[in-house]
């Protein structure tokens, strides 16, 4: 039995046993969201019959967590926070019995700071994982290191093994986990399945390797506990192995214990770094494919799940859990609203004090209003009026070329100015991105006025998504030198070839084919036709009418076909590209159909939802022999009726140019039907060998 519980604005679903759980242990729990940029406190009210409160605040990115006494240490995108408890024993603040406020913040610059602890001096402790090692903070420098795996030859800020994980041993940093143990740059990233490992620290040998993205290392009653993430197990290291206690259903990472429990945190495979992994199989063979996300307390003797909690979206994924004991309701103060300028604590003094000034003193503030630190970019930033309107244009500007970190589909809108065809959150393109980003950018007085962005591909390859230089910086080989340093880094990480699909136009044409040219790229070639209609027009088409769908053949929605009834459909032979996806989610269920004879599928027409107003006509098969009189045009021609009625005005598809039926089915009926059709060109990028220079992408100027 769940229960559904709301916070200040999360609804979340836990298990009925899951509050009583935590007034019983007497703990509560803090845990973290980079995603959704979010601190969540989860206790419970003080009545008999304990309901649970979730607490929430906003901050960039936060990571770690660890807890120290009445202080909780956190890792964000650039700051170390230490916030501090404010309340005496005993003194509540809106019904929560710690008030954790932001006390002291150290500035690390975007590290991509992971697991932070403190060490027996009381100093933080973080995960460096952009520089793979672990770090202090020290005065006059943004951190300094004081460990890197023996692997790692030189600090660089190019992720090398995605260090990620720090366990404690009596207060002493002692084993560390990471994707891979090799120095080269990124080259975790072929090595998610099996090339994990666990560091000795003191003496750098590999304590377990065959980890998949292991994380959370955690010494606990004798043994070293860690998660498994790719495989979504949590267990321990024994003799160099590791040992699984239980499967999770979701990407593992986070592990804090309490009364002979062990709480994980769970996330769903969104992300691109999540595909293809052991766990993905597992979850698809369940038929829970993405996961949960949420938290789930395990019983270490047993290895079974006794309480749980599921949290919306948007939060999709979790990084760190601690346990704050002897809580029961903890809160935070965040970085927004009126109580962290106004509410302050004098020692010696118990109670809470609100300064309110009447006026502002000095000159009031005339410059524009800033974001406070540490808060996360809004999702839709307005950018100023005249952007780089400082940047000098002149001719003898040194363009600097350099990698553009960790970027995702999540944190784009910085940069969506830069992006063509557009990568603006909410945009069709960003909505198809599933692998791995890599970005290069060109720089101008520390100014960005060029970016190119590439997505990995499951088979090693690379597909070019953006390119865009600011206006004011064009005709000046900026396009060219983007894209030449771009394939150069590519193929020096072993990703090739780099591939480009386009929609052609006479203007893309004129302006980038020439640089495809210049650089050796192959001739571009049409390889779908594209599709547009209004879904008004399309449903006054009379196929339906024309050609009846007849007994013993019906139709039914997609969703109402049994589990058997979906296998049946799989097995009928139709080509790859127009299988019915594993995700039936994904399916726009006021359009798809299923072509039923006696009850068994022999055709369908499926379509997924692209935006409020469109839908993308994704697949259209019949079965070989079932294809008499126009069935096909029929099985359209009503998902047409029904997306009209649902109100869904524009319908696109593409047609591959190897699929003769489609092409002469558009060509005989559908065409005169339709506001545009186009093409869509693919090409790709000629082996790196013939290139006539390999220039540095690490941060090379030119003028």
Not at 270 to 288: D, H, I, K, Q, V
Not at 385 to 391: C, G, K, L, R, V
Not at 395 to 412: D, E
Request: proline share 8%.
């Amino acid at each position: 039995m769940r229960n559904h519980q709301a916070s200040e604005s999360v609804s979340i679903a836990a298990s009925s046993g899951l509050a009583s759980w935590l007034r019983e242990v007497n703990v509560s729990l803090a845990f973290s969201t980079y995603r959704a940029n979010r601190l969540l406190l989860l206790g419970t009210d003080a009545t008999d019959k304990p309901q649970l409160k979730l607490n929430e605040r906003l901050f960039d990115r936060p990571m770690g967590l660890f807890v120290n006494g009445e202080s909780l240490w956190m890792a964000a995108r650039c700051q170390l926070w230490r916030l501090d408890n404010l309340l005496a024993p005993g003194q509540l603040h809106e019904g929560g019995d710690r008030l954790y406020v932001p006390a002291a913040s150290f500035t690390t610059g975007e590290v991509n700071a992971h697991e932070i602890v403190l060490g027996a001096d009381d100093q933080p402790i973080f995960v460096n994982t952009a520089f793979s090692c672990l770090a202090t903070v020290a005065p006059r420098c943004s951190f300094a290191p004081t460990w890197a795996p023996p692997f790692i030859t030189q600090f660089a800020g190019d992720d090398r093994c995605h260090l990620n994980g720090l366990a404690l041993k009596d207060g002493l940093p002692t084993w560390a986990t990471a994707f891979c143990s090799s120095g080269d740059p990124s080259s975790w990233r072929a090595q998610r399945s099996a090339g994990g490992v666990v560091i000795h620290i003191p003496s750098g040998e590999l304590a377990a390797t065959g980890l998949a993205m292991p994380h959370s290392p955690r010494w606990h009653d004798g043994k070293l506990w860690l998660l498994n993430s790719g495989t979504g197990e949590l267990g321990w290291i024994e003799d160099g192995q590791f040992r699984a206690l239980c499967n999770l259903p979701g990407f593992v990472r986070g592990l804090a214990f309490a009364a002979g429990c062990a709480v994980v945190g769970l996330s769903k495979l969104r992300s691109p770094e999540f595909t293809g992994l052991p766990l993905e199989e597992r979850l698809n063979a369940a038929r829970n494919p993405g996961g949960c996300c949420g938290l789930r307390v395990i019983d270490l003797a047993s290895g079974e799940i006794v309480h749980s909690l599921d949290l919306p979206d948007p939060i999709d994924e979790l990084f760190d859990v601690a346990v704050l004991p002897g809580v029961r309701q903890p809160r935070a103060l965040g970085l927004q609203g009126e109580e962290i300028d106004c509410l302050v604590k004098i020692p010696d003094q118990p109670e809470l004090l609100h300064v309110r000034p009447m006026a502002p003193s000095g000159k009031p503030h005339q410059g524009p209003t800033l974001r406070p630190f540490g808060l996360p970019q809004p999702s839709t930033p307005t950018p100023p009026a005249e952007s780089h309107n400082d940047t000098p244009t002149s001719p003898g500007t040194p363009i600097r070329y350099q990698r553009v970190f960790h970027l995702t589909p999540a944190n784009l809108a910085p940069y969506a100015e830069l992006t063509f065809p557009s990568l603006a959150a909410g945009s069709t393109a960003i909505t198809r991105i599933k692998g791995e980003l890599l970005g290069l950018s060109a720089m101008a007085s520390g100014v960005m006025v060029g970016l190119a962005i590439a997505e990995r591909q499951a088979d090693g390859s690379a597909q070019l998504l953006s390119l865009k230089v600011d206006v004011r910086w064009r005709r000046r080989g900026i396009g060219t030198g983007l894209l030449q340093r771009l394939m150069v880094f590519l193929a020096k990480e072993g990703i090739a070839p780099l591939t480009l699909r386009y929609k052609a136009s006479p203007d893309l044409r004129t302006c980038f084919e020439p640089i495809l040219t210049r650089l050796g790229w192959s001739q571009p070639r049409t390889d779908f036709v594209l599709l547009e209609g209004r879904s008004h027009q399309l449903a006054a088409i009379d196929w339906a009418d024309r050609f009846p769908i007849a007994t013993p053949y019906r139709l039914l929605p997609w969703h109402q076909l049994s589990e058997m009834q979906v296998n049946q459909a799989r097995a009928l032979g139709a080509p790859t590209e127009l299988q019915p996806p594993v995700d039936q989610r994904e399916l726009e269920p006021a359009i798809s159909l299923a072509l039923l004879h006696h009850d068994a599928p022999v055709g369908w027409v499926l379509a997924h939802r692209t935006g409020a107003g469109s839908v993308r006509y994704s697949s259209l098969f019949v079965a070989t022999n079932h294809r008499g009189r126009a069935r096909a045009l029929s099985l359209l021609a009503e998902g047409f009726r029904r997306q009209n009625a649902a109100a869904i005005p524009t319908a696109r598809a593409a047609i591959d140019r190897r699929n003769a039926a489609m092409l002469r089915l558009l060509k005989r009926h559908l065409g005169v039907h339709l506001i545009a059709i186009g093409h869509s060109r693919r090409c790709q990028s000629p082996p790196i060998k013939s290139l006539q220079a390999t220039p540095n992408t690490s941060g090379s100027t030119e003028r």
